[in-house]
Protein backbone atom coordinates (compact mmCIF):
# COMPACT_ATOMS: atom_id res chain seq x y z
CA UNK A 1 0.00 0.00 0.00
CA UNK A 2 1.38 3.10 -1.26
CA UNK A 3 1.93 5.69 1.47
CA UNK A 4 0.72 9.16 1.44
CA UNK A 5 3.66 11.66 1.49
CA UNK A 6 1.42 14.96 3.03
CA UNK A 7 0.16 13.09 5.70
CA UNK A 8 3.28 11.51 7.02
CA UNK A 9 5.40 14.55 6.85
CA UNK A 10 2.63 16.18 8.63
CA UNK A 11 3.54 13.97 11.58
CA UNK A 12 7.21 15.36 11.93
CA UNK A 13 8.26 17.44 15.20
CA UNK A 14 9.22 20.77 15.83
CA UNK A 15 11.88 19.44 18.19
CA UNK A 16 13.27 16.37 20.20
CA UNK A 17 14.98 17.99 22.42
CA UNK A 18 15.60 16.64 26.19
CA UNK A 19 16.13 18.51 29.02
CA UNK A 20 20.16 18.08 28.96
CA UNK A 21 20.11 18.99 25.51
CA UNK A 22 19.90 22.71 26.35
CA UNK A 23 22.87 22.47 28.65
CA UNK A 24 25.11 19.42 29.92
CA UNK A 25 25.39 20.87 33.77
CA UNK A 26 27.52 17.04 34.61
CA UNK A 27 30.28 18.33 31.89
CA UNK A 28 30.28 21.52 33.27
CA UNK A 29 30.66 20.69 37.11
CA UNK A 30 33.60 18.09 35.59
CA UNK A 31 35.30 20.64 33.96
CA UNK A 32 35.33 23.09 37.12
CA UNK A 33 36.08 20.89 39.14
CA UNK A 34 39.00 19.45 37.26
CA UNK A 35 40.41 23.16 37.71
CA UNK A 36 39.13 24.09 41.02
CA UNK A 37 42.34 23.88 43.17
CA UNK A 38 44.20 26.06 41.10
CA UNK A 39 41.12 28.58 40.41
CA UNK A 40 41.11 28.90 44.09
CA UNK A 41 44.87 29.75 44.56
CA UNK A 42 43.64 32.60 41.70
CA UNK A 43 41.04 33.67 43.83
CA UNK A 44 43.91 35.19 45.99
CA UNK A 45 44.32 37.78 43.09
CA UNK A 46 40.79 39.79 43.38
CA UNK A 47 40.83 43.20 44.84
CA UNK A 48 44.66 42.75 44.67
CA UNK A 49 46.33 46.41 45.55
CA UNK A 50 49.88 44.96 43.50
CA UNK A 51 48.12 42.22 41.25
CA UNK A 52 50.75 41.85 38.78
CA UNK A 53 53.34 41.15 41.52
CA UNK A 54 50.75 38.91 43.19
CA UNK A 55 50.43 37.33 39.92
CA UNK A 56 54.10 36.71 39.30
CA UNK A 57 54.54 35.37 42.84
CA UNK A 58 51.62 32.77 42.49
CA UNK A 59 53.33 31.54 39.18
CA UNK A 60 56.62 31.03 40.81
CA UNK A 61 55.34 29.02 43.57
CA UNK A 62 52.20 27.42 41.44
CA UNK A 63 52.78 27.38 37.99
CA UNK A 64 50.07 24.60 37.35
CA UNK A 65 47.72 27.43 37.69
CA UNK A 66 48.32 29.23 34.42
CA UNK A 67 46.42 26.46 32.87
CA UNK A 68 43.66 28.37 34.15
CA UNK A 69 44.05 31.64 32.24
CA UNK A 70 42.27 30.40 28.80
CA UNK A 71 39.00 29.41 30.49
CA UNK A 72 38.95 32.90 31.76
CA UNK A 73 38.47 34.04 28.19
CA UNK A 74 36.65 31.79 27.41
CA UNK A 75 39.11 30.19 25.68
CA UNK A 76 39.33 25.75 25.06
CA UNK A 77 42.89 25.38 23.24
CA UNK A 78 45.65 25.83 25.91
CA UNK A 79 47.99 28.14 23.27
CA UNK A 80 46.44 31.54 22.51
CA UNK A 81 48.13 33.94 19.96
CA UNK A 82 47.75 37.27 20.11
CA UNK A 83 49.09 40.24 17.22
CA UNK A 84 50.08 43.73 18.21
CA UNK A 85 52.19 46.41 16.70
CA UNK A 86 55.42 44.03 17.42
CA UNK A 87 53.98 40.69 15.54
CA UNK A 88 51.91 37.73 16.35
CA UNK A 89 52.91 36.15 19.58
CA UNK A 90 51.77 32.28 20.56
CA UNK A 91 51.40 32.36 24.64
CA UNK A 92 51.59 28.37 26.03
CA UNK A 93 49.14 28.00 28.83
CA UNK A 94 49.65 24.42 28.87
CA UNK A 95 53.40 24.24 30.62
CA UNK A 96 55.49 27.39 31.23
CA UNK A 97 57.34 27.70 28.72
CA UNK A 98 57.76 31.78 28.81
CA UNK A 99 59.07 34.59 31.05
CA UNK A 100 56.64 34.65 33.80
CA UNK A 101 56.68 38.81 33.33
CA UNK A 102 55.33 37.47 30.02
CA UNK A 103 52.28 35.65 30.97
CA UNK A 104 51.80 39.62 33.03
CA UNK A 105 52.11 41.59 30.07
CA UNK A 106 48.95 39.33 28.96
CA UNK A 107 46.75 39.15 31.92
CA UNK A 108 47.27 43.10 31.85
CA UNK A 109 46.68 43.43 28.03
CA UNK A 110 43.73 41.38 28.07
CA UNK A 111 42.09 42.57 30.65
CA UNK A 112 41.95 40.25 33.26
CA UNK A 113 43.90 41.68 35.87
CA UNK A 114 41.08 45.07 35.58
CA UNK A 115 38.46 42.07 35.44
CA UNK A 116 40.08 40.51 38.96
CA UNK A 117 41.52 43.88 40.70
CA UNK A 118 38.63 46.03 40.72
CA UNK A 119 35.83 43.33 42.14
CA UNK A 120 34.25 42.12 38.91
CA UNK A 121 33.78 39.32 39.65
CA UNK A 122 33.33 37.54 43.21
CA UNK A 123 34.62 33.96 42.93
CA UNK A 124 36.36 32.22 39.88
CA UNK A 125 35.29 29.25 40.83
CA UNK A 126 31.20 30.99 39.90
CA UNK A 127 32.44 33.14 37.14
CA UNK A 128 34.31 29.66 35.29
CA UNK A 129 31.16 27.55 35.72
CA UNK A 130 29.26 30.77 34.11
CA UNK A 131 31.92 30.58 31.40
CA UNK A 132 31.35 27.10 30.53
CA UNK A 133 27.42 27.11 30.53
CA UNK A 134 28.32 30.10 27.56
CA UNK A 135 30.49 27.69 25.72
CA UNK A 136 28.54 24.74 26.32
CA UNK A 137 25.72 25.81 24.69
CA UNK A 138 27.82 26.02 21.59
CA UNK A 139 27.66 22.12 21.71
CA UNK A 140 23.85 22.11 21.31
CA UNK A 141 24.25 21.33 17.17
CA UNK A 142 26.26 18.05 18.32
CA UNK A 143 24.12 17.34 20.42
CA UNK A 144 20.77 17.72 18.53
CA UNK A 145 22.76 15.29 16.30
CA UNK A 146 23.09 12.77 18.64
CA UNK A 147 19.39 12.89 19.84
CA UNK A 148 18.30 11.15 16.66
CA UNK A 149 20.78 9.11 17.03
CA UNK A 150 20.15 8.23 20.32
CA UNK A 151 16.43 7.74 19.55
CA UNK A 152 16.49 5.61 16.80
CA UNK A 153 19.20 2.74 18.87
CA UNK A 154 16.52 2.92 21.57
CA UNK A 155 13.64 1.74 19.27
CA UNK A 156 16.46 -0.72 17.85
CA UNK A 157 16.76 -2.12 21.24
CA UNK A 158 13.32 -2.27 21.83
CA UNK A 159 12.88 -4.37 18.52
CA UNK A 160 14.77 -7.05 20.45
CA UNK A 161 18.34 -6.48 19.05
CA UNK A 162 21.71 -6.40 20.91
CA UNK A 163 24.87 -3.64 20.73
CA UNK A 164 27.99 -5.10 18.93
CA UNK A 165 25.70 -8.79 18.33
CA UNK A 166 23.55 -8.07 15.53
CA UNK A 167 23.07 -4.13 15.34
CA UNK A 168 26.26 -2.51 15.54
CA UNK A 169 27.21 1.84 15.76
CA UNK A 170 28.85 4.28 13.36
CA UNK A 171 30.00 1.14 10.91
CA UNK A 172 32.62 2.35 7.72
CA UNK A 173 32.16 0.64 4.37
CA UNK A 174 35.52 -1.34 4.75
CA UNK A 175 34.31 -3.17 8.23
CA UNK A 176 30.89 -4.01 6.73
CA UNK A 177 33.05 -5.77 4.34
CA UNK A 178 35.54 -7.36 6.46
CA UNK A 179 32.82 -8.61 8.68
CA UNK A 180 29.93 -9.94 6.03
CA UNK A 181 32.28 -10.89 3.18
CA UNK A 182 29.86 -8.66 1.09
CA UNK A 183 30.94 -6.30 -2.31
CA UNK A 184 30.40 -2.67 -0.97
CA UNK A 185 32.32 -1.44 -4.57
CA UNK A 186 28.83 -0.02 -6.06
CA UNK A 187 28.71 2.38 -3.13
CA UNK A 188 32.01 3.25 -2.27
CA UNK A 189 32.72 4.61 -5.92
CA UNK A 190 35.36 1.03 -6.39
CA UNK A 191 36.91 1.82 -2.91
CA UNK A 192 37.63 5.52 -3.55
CA UNK A 193 34.95 6.60 -0.88
CA UNK A 194 34.93 5.04 2.70
CA UNK A 195 31.21 5.76 4.19
CA UNK A 196 30.18 5.55 7.45
CA UNK A 197 26.54 4.62 8.19
CA UNK A 198 25.09 5.55 11.80
CA UNK A 199 24.00 2.02 12.25
CA UNK A 200 24.17 -1.43 10.71
CA UNK A 201 21.53 -4.44 11.63
CA UNK A 202 22.27 -7.93 10.90
CA UNK A 203 19.48 -10.65 10.99
CA UNK A 204 20.00 -13.92 9.04
CA UNK A 205 19.42 -13.38 5.71
CA UNK A 206 19.87 -8.97 5.48
CA UNK A 207 22.17 -6.75 6.51
CA UNK A 208 20.62 -3.12 7.09
CA UNK A 209 22.55 -0.14 6.90
CA UNK A 210 20.93 3.24 8.66
CA UNK A 211 21.36 6.82 8.61
CA UNK A 212 19.77 8.69 11.24
CA UNK A 213 18.98 12.88 11.41
CA UNK A 214 17.05 15.64 12.93
CA UNK A 215 16.25 19.12 11.07
CA UNK A 216 14.44 21.23 13.51
CA UNK A 217 15.27 24.40 10.85
CA UNK A 218 15.45 24.31 7.15
CA UNK A 219 18.63 25.21 4.96
CA UNK A 220 20.07 24.42 1.40
CA UNK A 221 22.00 21.13 3.45
CA UNK A 222 18.77 19.62 3.73
CA UNK A 223 17.98 19.44 -0.46
CA UNK A 224 21.16 18.14 -0.67
CA UNK A 225 20.72 15.37 1.98
CA UNK A 226 17.53 14.15 0.20
CA UNK A 227 19.56 14.10 -3.25
CA UNK A 228 22.16 12.33 -1.71
CA UNK A 229 20.24 9.39 0.05
CA UNK A 230 18.16 8.97 -2.76
CA UNK A 231 21.17 7.78 -5.35
CA UNK A 232 22.42 6.10 -2.40
CA UNK A 233 19.25 3.66 -2.02
CA UNK A 234 19.23 3.18 -5.24
CA UNK A 235 23.01 1.86 -5.48
CA UNK A 236 22.37 -0.37 -2.47
CA UNK A 237 19.15 -1.52 -4.72
CA UNK A 238 22.15 -3.13 -6.95
CA UNK A 239 23.83 -4.96 -3.77
CA UNK A 240 22.16 -8.91 -2.61
CA UNK A 241 21.26 -8.85 0.79
CA UNK A 242 21.60 -5.29 1.36
CA UNK A 243 19.16 -2.69 2.47
CA UNK A 244 19.35 0.88 2.94
CA UNK A 245 17.00 2.48 5.81
CA UNK A 246 16.82 6.33 6.36
CA UNK A 247 15.45 7.87 9.62
CA UNK A 248 14.44 11.47 9.37
CA UNK A 249 12.17 14.15 11.27
CA UNK A 250 11.87 17.54 11.87
CA UNK A 251 9.79 20.59 10.99
CA UNK A 252 12.86 21.90 8.89
CA UNK A 253 11.92 19.52 6.02
CA UNK A 254 8.60 21.82 5.13
CA UNK A 255 11.36 24.08 3.62
CA UNK A 256 12.58 21.24 1.38
CA UNK A 257 9.78 19.22 1.10
CA UNK A 258 9.81 18.73 -2.81
CA UNK A 259 12.94 17.20 -2.79
CA UNK A 260 11.98 14.79 0.38
CA UNK A 261 8.63 13.78 -1.39
CA UNK A 262 11.42 13.18 -4.95
CA UNK A 263 13.00 10.66 -2.54
CA UNK A 264 10.37 9.20 -0.58
CA UNK A 265 8.90 8.45 -4.08
CA UNK A 266 11.60 6.06 -5.11
CA UNK A 267 12.44 5.04 -1.37
CA UNK A 268 10.83 2.01 0.45
CA UNK A 269 12.38 2.30 3.45
CA UNK A 270 12.38 5.83 4.17
CA UNK A 271 10.70 6.91 8.41
CA UNK A 272 9.99 9.31 10.64
CA UNK A 273 9.35 9.38 14.90
CA UNK A 274 5.97 8.72 14.39
CA UNK A 275 6.39 5.88 12.23
CA UNK A 276 9.03 4.13 15.21
CA UNK A 277 6.45 4.74 17.40
CA UNK A 278 4.04 2.36 15.33
CA UNK A 279 6.25 -0.52 15.42
CA UNK A 280 8.10 0.05 12.07
CA UNK A 281 11.14 -1.87 13.25
CA UNK A 282 10.11 -5.39 14.06
CA UNK A 283 8.26 -5.24 10.49
CA UNK A 284 11.31 -4.07 8.38
CA UNK A 285 14.53 -5.85 10.35
CA UNK A 286 13.36 -9.42 9.04
Not at 57 to 81: D, G, H, Q
Request: charged share 30%; net charge negative.
Amino acid sequence: MKRDFTKWLSSFRDSIATYSYYVDFEKIYDNVENIKIELNILNSLIGSKNIKSDFEKILEKYPETLKCIPILLAVRNSEIAVSDEKGTFNFDFASQTQKISDYADFMEKSGLFDLLQNHLIGNLIDYVTGVETGLDSNGRKNRGGHLMEDLVESFIKKAGFEKDKNYFKEMYIHEITEKWNVDLSAISNQGKMEKRFDYVVKTESQIYVIETNFYGSGGSKLNETARSYKTLAQEVETIDGLTFVWFTDGNGWQSARHNLEETFDVMEHIYCIADMENGVMKKIFK
